[in-house]
């Protein structure tokens, strides 16, 4: 049990790495199941929220390079409970144009709260709770 557990969050980690390094679309589809759904909650940048499966998310990682100039995961604090890694995470990016009042070039930060979950190593649900500085 212990090494599944460390196993999901390696891959976590990667994970998010991967998306530090830019990579997009089928790239990080590596990374999910073919079922995966992401329900990104209402918060400054989509007051509607969004929910997600597979081609949604490749195409958001597509459009998100566009926007994104580059961008940083901070792990503040993980539990590991079952097959689902929850993190605390303070997530920082340079932006490629002007979002309210920060510049193209500029920075925006948020503290995320995320529960990812896992079948088979693959992400199969993610929950992603945001709470962004004012921009």
Request: net charge negative.
């Amino acid at each position: 049990m212990a090494t599944e557990k460390q196993d999901i969050l390696t891959i976590t980690k990667n994970y998010l790495q991967a998306i530090e390094e830019g990579k997009t679309a089928d790239e990080l589809a590596v990374y999910y199941s073919e079922s995966v759904e992401q329900v990104e909650y209402p918060n400054l940048l989509i007051p509607n929220g969004a929910k997600r499966n597979l081609n949604d998310l490749k195409e958001a990682s597509l459009r998100g390079k566009k926007v994104l100039i580059s961008q940083i995961y901070d792990i503040q604090k993980y539990y590991v409970v079952g097959d689902t890694v929850i993190l605390e995470t303070i997530w920082t990016a340079k932006i490629a144009l002007t979002i309210g009042k920060t510049p193209s070039g500029g920075q925006i930060k948020a503290y995320f709260a995320q529960f990812i979950e896992f079948e088979d190593g693959k992400i199969v649900r993610q929950r992603t709770y945001d709470c962004f500085e004012p921009f």
